[in-house]
């Protein structure tokens, strides 16, 4: 088939235009309506009465209409469809089509997505094939290309991005800017490397999105000076003000790793609202299968005494006006026909979602909708990323003294607890160590972990933020090198050994962070090796898995472990 010509395309869409208008002015009869609605409107902040009419797509308008399909709604509310203006895709563990199954009942119509996960494995190639895997899904997923891969200098991952690597993917249609600066040091310290990306994202006229927890006064004018228009790290209102008091939009936070929600009510007032919108960062299979998405944002803030209607705003109109997604966010004429119809804002269960007109969710199952198509090339690079050689036990054997990581309870953030030559079960000092997995290096960092519990055997993960090498945690190096064999094995995923015995495990063959079977199986695969973990001993106050995950993460404070060793974070040295 040939490409439409120019005037082909000029025709189609004023043939689209037309029927619009002829249904709007209420000379032709809707494609859908929407009977006897009681819908919230985010401009006026009140509870509209009407019928809303779609044709093509779109909302043509609101008062008395007819429609070839008419669906009653009398008695419900009508929302606009859910925006997370935060979220890497690749945290549910499970393919594009399988996150858009598990979110559309749960009213999100669309995303904002960070592809850093797979990037940091794949390079140019993770973020096109997660471009491939998300078109035409009836979640509409927009992307913000990765400011740090790797996350900083410091790490090791399976490709490094600069700004001339991923400048083509800014013509994209989906792609809406720069997704978080991570590297906020560089960004301060003037680092023209980093200052280049945020200059030509700045010439695309794209967005540019924050990660900065805990900046203060001048640093925090430097950042913001920088060009970063947002931040989703904020943990207390003070940080959250002083950010956006300089003009900064605030991502509030409520995922599985991060529970910022409850600390951040104070900004879900009318002084401070406007520049607020909802994210989730990261979400296991385990939180989107029994808590939700964004309703379950939206339900808390209404929970703990925030106007339902400005909660709603805060979940789809803010993140549109944000990302300059002028069609959506709203139930007016001209915007897409995204609707969630919940019962009522109390009890705020969802009983219908519709994607531009289309039902998708009727209350009890989501309609069927076929996967994307991929290129194989990319299939095949996918499942092909884990390049390391066989090791033993020797491998792990270090006597010098390593810095000890003090894991802090219900945070991510760690505490420097000196250092230490050997484990120590009984005090709860485990041997901790960072396999490089993309390019056969060898490199192995090792050090201590305190405050894991873990009281027998090792447990390994291929989910590694950011940079995805292999780490792993355990109270002797056979089971260490056993379960890290069994990872690369597996081409991915999490293993929890003992006694060179495979208790449970889940395997993770795309890009050794995603699976491609459905979001239950993953889940009971996740939990199985969750419980096996705590009956190794491993705290029940903590993810086994996710909270490991971020030990590697050379972004925040205070001690972390690379492949190169335990490095001080706010220093960037090793110790």
Same mark, same amino acid.
């Given at each position: 088939m040939g490409t439409e010509s120019y005037t082909g395309k000029i025709n189609r869409k004023l043939n689209k235009k037309l029927r619009i208008v002829e249904v709007a002015a209420g000379r032709q009869k809707a494609d859908l309506v929407l009977k006897n609605a009681a819908y919230v409107n985010v401009f006026s902040n009140e509870i509209c009465q009407g019928d809303?009419?779609?044709?093509?797509?779109?909302?043509?308008?609101?008062?008395?209409?007819?429609?070839?399909r008419e669906v009653d709604v009398s008695g419900k509310i009508v929302l606009p469809g859910f925006i997370d203006a935060h979220i890497h895709l690749e945290s549910a563990m499970v393919s594009p089509k399988e996150f858009a199954k598990a979110v559309l009942p749960h009213g999100t119509t669309t995303v904002i997505t960070d592809p850093h996960e797979i990037a940091n494995v794949m390079g140019t190639d993770g973020i096109e094939y997660m471009l491939q895997a998300t078109e035409g899904l009836p979640v509409d997923v927009r992307f913000m290309l990765p400011s740090c891969v790797p996350a900083t200098p410091m790490d090791e991952s399976g490709a490094v991005l600069d700004y001339r690597t991923i400048d083509s993917f800014y013509d994209h249609p989906r792609v809406q800017g720069l997704a978080e600066m991570m590297n906020y040091p560089g960004v301060i310290g003037a680092d023209p490397q980093v200052l280049e990306k945020i200059v030509a994202a700045q010439a695309h006229h794209k967005?540019? #999105?924050? $990660?900065?927890?805990? *900046? !203060?006064?001048?640093?925090?004018?430097? +950042?913001?000076a920088a060009g970063v228009y947002s931040d989703h790290e904020c943990y207390d209102p003070a940080d959250a003000i002083a950010k956006l008091e300089r003009g900064q939009f605030i991502m509030i936070r409520e995922g599985t790793a991060a529970h910022n929600l409850e600390a951040l009510l104070p900004l879900l007032t009318p002084q401070y609202a406007e520049r607020c919108m909802?994210?989730?960062? #990261?979400? $296991?299979?385990?939180? *989107? !299968?029994?808590?939700?998405?964004?309703? +379950?944002?939206?339900?808390?803030?209404?929970?703990?005494?925030?106007d339902p209607i400005l909660a709603i705003k805060v979940a789809c109109h803010h993140a549109a006006r944000y990302f300059?997604?002028?069609?959506?966010?709203?139930?007016?004429p001209g915007y897409l026909a995204d609707f969630v119809i919940i019962d009522n804002f109390q009890d705020f269960r969802i009983e219908k979602?519709?994607?531009?007109?289309?039902?998708?969710?009727?209350?009890?199952?989501?309609?069927?909708?076929?996967?994307?198509?991929?290129?194989?090339?990319?299939?095949?690079?996918?499942?092909?990323?884990?390049?390391?050689?066989?090791?033993?036990?020797?491998?792990?054997?270090?006597?010098?003294?390593r810095g000890i990581i003090g894991m802090v309870p219900g945070e991510i953030v760690t505490e420097d607890q000196g250092y230490s030559d050997h484990i120590d079960v009984e005090w709860d000092i485990l041997k901790a160590a960072v396999?490089?997995?993309?390019?056969?290096?060898?490199?192995?960092?090792?050090?201590?972990?305190?405050?894991?519990?873990?009281k027998s055997g090792a447990v390994a993960t291929s989910v590694s933020h950011d940079s995805h090498n292999i780490i792993v945690v355990g109270t002797n190096e056979e089971d260490m090198a056993a379960a890290v064999n069994r990872v690369v094995e597996?081409?991915?995923?999490?293993?929890?050994?003992?006694?060179?015995?495979?208790?449970?495990?889940?395997?993770?063959?795309?890009?050794?962070?995603?699976?491609?079977?459905?979001?239950?199986?993953v889940n009971?695969?996740?939990e199985r090796a969750k419980e096996a973990a705590f009956a190794l001993g491993v705290s029940r106050g903590i993810d086994p898995f996710m909270t490991l995950s971020f030990m590697a993460l050379p972004v925040i404070p205070t001690l972390r472990l690379t492949t190169r060793g335990v490095i001080d974070v706010a220093k960037q040295q090793y110790i």
């Open positions: 809303i009419a779609v044709a093509e797509g779109l909302i043509v308008g609101m008062g008395r209409y007819e429609g070839e967005k540019i #999105d924050g $990660h900065a927890p805990g *900046l !203060l006064d001048n640093d925090l004018n430097a +950042y913001i909802f994210c989730c960062d #990261d979400k $296991h299979p385990s939180d *989107l !299968l029994e808590k939700g998405h964004i309703d +379950y944002n939206i339900k808390e803030a209404i929970r703990l005494g925030v300059l997604l002028n069609n959506r966010g709203a139930i007016a979602v519709y994607k531009k007109g289309t039902l998708m969710f009727d209350g009890r199952e989501v309609a069927d909708f076929p996967a994307p198509e991929v290129d194989p090339y990319l299939v095949k690079r996918s499942r092909d990323t884990f390049h390391v050689a066989h090791l033993t036990a020797q491998d792990f054997a270090e006597h010098r003294p396999v490089e997995r993309h390019k056969n290096t060898r490199h192995i960092g090792i050090g201590y972990l305190q405050g894991y519990g873990l597996n081409r991915g995923g999490i293993v929890v050994m003992d006694r060179g015995e495979v208790k449970a495990e889940l395997a993770l063959p795309i890009a050794g962070i995603m699976s491609d079977d459905t979001l239950e199986n009971e695969a996740l």
